[in-house]
T-cell receptor
Framework: DTAVSQTPKYLVTQMGNDKSIKCEQN?????MYWYKQDSKKFLKIMFS???????INETVPNRFSPKSPDKAHLNLHINSLELGDSAVYFC????????????????FGPGTRLTVL | AQKITQTQPGMFVQEKEAVTLDCTYD???????LFWYKQPSSGEMIFLIY??????QNATEGRYSLNFQKARKSANLVISASQLGDSAMYFC?????????FGQGTRLTINP
């Protein structure tokens, strides 16, 4: 059983298009994240939701809009795609209990490789 | 602002040797967590090991151990008896608040 799943795995599209990436976790976690990994492999957080509420928004262009219909899903919609949006996008989730520590481990999805032509 | 630095862009090691991957961090918060993740060529992110800032002992998970030197703000990953399957990118990350801040990564290549 996949813990954190993302669809699609690959996405090739033209500049200017609008696209969505879906993420689902079946771990019962409260917090979900979107990370972007650029061509140099650098990983940076974009957004985080806790129980459907946005709690982190890291200076991401407003063309990127996350949506969390419930705490098991966090989708990423991107408007007016640009060449610089080409990257691998990772969804992740964590429990984030008061206990903290190891229990805040983030479980990552397989990634979505977005290519903008 | 917190920062994570991995100074080794690439490392080459002979199979069965031990390898140390460096990680230094910078934070003024006394409470933080440090993680190491492995990213093989297939692309997924695999959790390896965790060290909390208040943990008294260095973390160990099988062949992975963390050399945590709090005063030096370093959290180096040690892989004992390296295997060909250890070839991958390795990321050090620090957790503060609810987000992970990642280092630049180290590409480890194990030679037969």
């Amino acid at each position: 059983d996949t813990a954190v799943s993302q669809t699609p795995k690959y996405l090739v599209t033209q500049m200017g298009n609008d696209k969505s990436i879906k993420c689902e976790q079946n771990l019962g976690h409260d917090t979900m994240y979107w990370y972007k990994q650029d061509s140099k492999k650098f990983l940076k957080i974009m957004f985080s939701y806790n129980n459907k509420e946005l709690i982190i928004n890291e200076t991401v262009p407003n063309r990127f809009s996350p949506k969390s219909p419930d705490k098991a899903h966090l989708n990423l919609h991107i408007n007016s795609l640009e060449l610089g949006d080409s990257a691998v996008y990772f969804c992740a989730s964590s429990q984030d209990t008061v206990a903290g520590g190891r229990y805040n481990e983030q479980f990552f999805g397989p990634g979505t490789r977005l290519t903008v032509l | 602002a917190q920062k994570i630095t991995q100074t080794q862009p690439g490392m080459f090691v002979q199979e069965k040797e031990a390898v140390t991957l460096d990680c230094t961090y910078d934070t003024s918060d006394p409470s933080y967590g440090l993680f190491w993740y492995k990213q093989p060529s297939s692309g997924e992110m695999i959790f390896l090991i965790y060290q909390g800032s208040y943990d008294q002992q260095n973390a160990t998970e099988g062949r992975y151990s963390l050399n945590f030197q709090k005063a030096r703000k370093s959290a180096n990953l040690v892989i004992s008896a390296s295997q060909l399957g250890d070839s991958a990118m390795y990321f050090c990350a620090m957790r503060m608040d609810l987000k992970l801040v990642f280092g630049q990564g180290t590409r480890l290549t194990i030679n037969p």
